[in-house]
């Protein structure tokens, strides 16, 4: 039964290529991406590609970290984009975000007057949780630890969106990803830099063996600039908080 669902893996990684090549044409790009750079992040950057005038069609899935690296290991996407929960043997890939998460809340909440959250504000008090298999909540938790407080947890969920839009409803405080964050700035959340450096981290993804097309490299390029223009705009917009050295939002370098 393994050998017959690989069969039918390896015939949809073929049709993939088939249909990119001959149907659409190469312009025709097949992206995966994990749920907190997927929903807002990916648009911004399509956006600003300007995909018309360069005559690209592009098929964008918005799928679990999991479902990337299935995707990309199948060659039924060109490339993909995932949190760093999986591992990436046999991949070829690249660092593409390490930064510091951010807390959320609503301006009404206790804790939004203050200019940054430290750990101990987090005691008996209501948490908008991401799942427990997210690495960024493990190393939140592990960083927590430390300081012997653990959160409240009203709701989990696997969005950092559904956190935010929770959040804004005055349901509680959350950790959540700065790009998820930025799609809120001026839509009635309170961000506010967390005391410890406790990132996200997103990695791209690649076939080895598969070099990837100057359409798709003109994108990843794009996106690297979306990134950085997303991230100045949320340091701006907390420019006036005591953000602390692991607050300050930057891209990982890259070759």
């Avoid at 044409?25 to 929903?39: D, E, K, M, Q, Y």
């Avoid at 005559?55 to 060109?78: A, F, K, M, N, P």
């Avoid at 690649?206 to 990837?212: G, S, T, W």
């Amino acid at each position: 039964m393994i050998e017959v669902d690989q069969f039918f893996v390896g015939f949809e990684a073929i049709e993939h290529r088939l249909k990119s090549l001959s149907q659409y044409g190469t312009g025709r790009l097949s992206i995966a991406v994990h749920p907190a750079l997927g929903n807002a992040f990916m648009p911004r950057a399509l956006a600003a590609h300007d995909l018309e005038s360069r005559d690209i069609r592009v098929s964008l899935r918005i799928l679990s970290s999991r479902e990337v690296h299935q995707q990309v290991s199948t060659g039924q996407c060109d490339f993909g984009l995932m949190a760093d929960e999986m591992p990436v043997h046999g991949l070829e890939h690249s660092a593409f975000m390490d930064t510091p998460g951010v807390m959320v809340m609503a301006p009404s909440h206790a804790l939004a007057n203050k200019d940054r959250i430290e750990p101990l504000d987090l005691e008996n008090v209501d948490f908008l949780a991401l799942n427990p298999e997210d690495s960024s909540r493990r190393r939140l938790e592990a960083a927590l630890l430390g300081s012997c407080v653990k959160p409240k947890i009203r709701v989990e969920t696997p969005y950092a969106h559904t956190i935010c839009e929770m959040a804004t409803h005055g349901m509680g405080i959350g950790f959540v990803n700065p790009i998820a964050a930025v799609d809120y700035l001026g839509r009635g959340l309170a961000i506010r830099p967390f005391a410890l450096d406790v990132p996200f981290s997103s990695i791209l993804l690649f076939r080895p063996n598969n070099p990837l097309s100057d359409t798709a490299r003109q994108l990843i390029r794009r996106m690297r600039i979306q990134l950085e223009k997303d991230l100045r705009r949320l340091q701006r917009a907390i420019s006036a908080v005591d953000a602390g050295p692991g607050a300050r939002f930057s891209t990982p370098e890259h070759h």
